[in-house]
Nanobody, 119 residues
Framework: QVQLVESGGGLVQPGGSLRLSCAAS????????MEWYRQAPGKQRELVAT???????NYADSVKGRFTISRDSAKNTVYLQMNGLKPEDTAVYYC?????????????WGQGTQVTVSS
């Protein structure tokens, strides 16, 4: 089994920064992808950023140039550095791990952490 624990959310003023962390424990495959999603009230959950076990990254257009995803494989932790925050970034942010083995995909979610951008 896998557990994901997010931290680092909070209240920040527009233009400010936050760093989210997601610590994974349990059975983590050598081939995997870790992602950050977010869900604002009344909206669908959306993909924010992806980082693979090989280090490839991808970002939603809305956060490119402002957010950076990184990982510390030794600690099984993924980070999301968020700079230049805007009110529209307000959402619950979720961490997702996808274990990959051939055609098999096993997905795990964290409990979420609230990010509120407001003056």
């Amino acid at each position: 089994q896998v557990q994901l624990v997010e931290s680092g959310g909070g209240l920040v003023q527009p233009g400010g920064s936050l760093r989210l962390s997601c610590a994974a424990s349990g059975s983590i495959f050598s081939s995997n992808a870790m992602e950050w999603y977010r869900q604002a009230p009344g909206k669908q959950r959306e993909l924010v950023a992806t980082i693979t076990s090989g280090g490839s990254t991808n970002y939603a257009d809305s956060v490119k140039g402002r957010f950076t995803i990184s990982r510390d494989s030794a600690k099984n932790t993924v980070y999301l550095q968020m700079n230049g925050l805007k009110p529209e970034d307000t959402a619950v942010y979720y961490c997702k791990l996808e274990n990959i083995w051939a055609q098999l995909r096993m997905v795990y979610w964290g409990q979420g952490t609230q990010v509120t951008v407001s003056s």
